[in-house]
Nanobody, 128 residues
């Protein structure tokens, strides 16, 4: 089992930056890839970024060139560096992980159903 705990959310003005963290606990050696998702009220959950154990990354078009996903394997922590934040980035952000290569994709990213482990989320609010 793997437990994930997110932190780093908050309220910022448009154009601001935040760094989200996701600490992994438990059988972290088994993790093959991790990702970030977000869900705004009344909207579907959407994939934001993903990274595999080799460090290969993928991003949703809406965040490309603004967000960067990274991982510190020594600290078992996943990060999402968010720059140039916009009001439409306002959402609950969740990290996710799985121990197998993804079998389902959506929009070029591993789909939500490809992940077995999820964190509780951290809220990001961007004001105009």
């Amino acid at each position: 089992q793997v437990q994930l705990v997110e932190s780093g959310g908050g309220s910022v003005q448009s154009g601001g930056s935040l760094r989200l963290s996701c600490a992994a606990f438990g059988y972290t050696y088994s993790i093959y890839y991790m990702g970030w998702f977000r869900q705004a009220p009344g909207k579907e959950r959407e994939g934001v970024a993903a990274i595999d154990s080799d460090g290969s990354t993928s991003y949703a078009d809406s965040v490309k060139d603004r967000f960067t996903i990274s991982q510190d394997n020594d600290k078992n922590t996943l990060y999402l560096h968010m720059n140039g934040l916009r009001p439409e980035d306002t959402a609950m952000y969740h990290c996710a992980a799985d121990s197998r290569p993804p079998q389902y994709f959506s929009g070029g990213l591993p789909a939500a159903r490809a992940y077995n482990y999820w964190g509780q989320g951290t809220q990001v609010t961007v004001s105009s």
